[in-house]
């Protein structure tokens, strides 16, 4: 029988009701994952990409109680200009609830203006130079920085008695605050920099730097390089010159990445860097990490960059908790400066005011155990702040 027009209306404003009156199925966070997925550096994106499912997968698929969606961008490597288009495509576009990733400083210092305008809570992974977080207030930063693992490095030099270093750094942003950091604290502990060498980013050819320091009369000289295949280089370079045999000593920080670690046979052994996490650290955490990430992804490397995105998704998921899942910029970074946690690579928190992870970093020495080569950590520095914040 047909629906008279009164009881047609009636039913339609019935159904409108009944669906107005159900609740919206809640949509899934987005998260926007930045690094390079190719070229020289694409071992840093592959990393993000394990850590980050890994992390999500032990959470049980979920964080904070909302489904997730994990979207990667990748810079291919150093690429300011598209890194920006990127992002600006990731806020615009698709709409993300939070950012996270960023190896190389000047990529993630080209955003800091895309981040500030749109309030996305942006988790920096990686990239080390200080200044990063002072560029948004949306910045919060589970990696590192060089002024962090090189001042109490330089610490330690001065009390071995070494007197005399030349510092050896790539020249860009991370390089130029190492070089800073140690200089600033060995002379303040009484030692002399007796030589500053800058390295192009693009150098595969360490051999007339090498040469210069081994010119140069020091005892020891101090390094940074972005990791990959500048880490090898260099230290084939170091060995093939003759600095080892004659006395000079390494100083560094990660530059025998657990990624390369295998790769440069005995001739790592008795490295000394300084560095706040070894995929060898001993501890309840450290082992579900690396068991997790094996479990994702049986390449991926229990290194710097896998630990700072496991972290990252950590603070992410407290920021997701927070705000029921909604996109609240100031409430999610607010809950960020509050943040502290047994981290894989041991205690940490979130320095309220920097926005940046503090942290214990550890004098590490290459040893070869069980046939294997790892960092192992010989002494502890203690929880150590963004000491280049701190200036």
């Known amino acids: 029988m047909p629906l008279s027009r009164r009881a047609l209306v009636c039913a339609l404003a019935a159904s409108s009701f ?39 997968a032990g959470q049980g698929g979920k964080l904070g109680g909302r489904e997730v969606e994990l979207i990667y961008r990748d810079t291919g490597g150093p690429n300011p200009a598209q890194t920006k288009s990127l992002v600006q495509e990731l806020i615009v576009k698709d709409k993300v609830d939070y950012l996270g990733g960023f190896v190389f400083t000047p990529n993630a210092l080209a955003v800091a203006p895309l981040i500030q305008q749109s309030q996305t809570p942006t988790v920096i992974f990686n990239a080390a130079t200080s200044s990063i977080t002072e560029k948004s207030d949306y910045f919060v930063r589970t990696g590192y920085t060089l002024w962090q693992v090189t001042v109490p490095l330089a610490r330690w030099a001065a009390k071995q008695n070494i007197a005399r270093v030349v510092t050896a750094v790539t ?15 060995f002379a303040r502990q009484g030692g002399t920099v007796v030589e500053s060498i800058r390295m192009p980013i693009a150098t595969t050819d360490f051999g007339p730097f090498v040469q210069r320091i081994k010119a ?3 005892q020891a000289v101090y390094t940074f390089l972005p990791g990959g295949p500048p880490n ?59 068991a997790a990430l094996k479990k994702q992804d049986p390449g991926a490397a229990a290194n710097y960059a896998s630990v700072g995105a496991w972290d990252g998704m950590h603070v992410i998921q407290k920021m997701i908790e927070a705000t029921g899942g909604r996109k609240d910029g100031p409430k999610a970074i607010a809950t960020a400066r509050t943040l502290q946690w047994e981290s894989p690579r041991g205690p940490v928190r979130i320095d ?18 069980g046939g294997v080569l790892v960092n192992k950590e010989v002494e502890s520095f203690g929880p150590q702040v963004d000491h280049g914040l701190a200036q």
């Open 232 to 290: 090898l280089g260099f230290i084939k370079a170091y060995n093939e010159n003759g600095l080892a045999k004659s006395g000079v000593r390494f100083l560094g920080t990660a530059e025998t990445d657990e990624f390369d670690l295998q790769k440069f046979g005995d001739s790592a052994v008795g490295l000394t860097t300084a560095f706040h996490y070894s995929g060898a650290h001993d501890s309840a955490a450290n082992k579900a990490f690396v």
């Open 352 to 369: 309220g005011k920097t926005r940046h992870i503090t942290q214990d970093v550890y004098l590490r020495q290459v040893e070869k155990v």
């Open 171 to 185: 020249d860009y942003g991370p390089g130029l605050d190492a070089e800073a950091a140690f200089k600033s604290e």
């Open 18 to 56: 009944a669906l107005a009156a159900a609740p919206a199925q809640a949509q899934s966070v987005k998260i926007g994952i930045v690094g390079p997925f190719s070229g020289p550096f694409a071992h840093y994106g592959a990393l993000f990409k394990a850590a980050a499912e890994a992390y999500v």
């Open 216 to 218: 140069s009369g020091a």
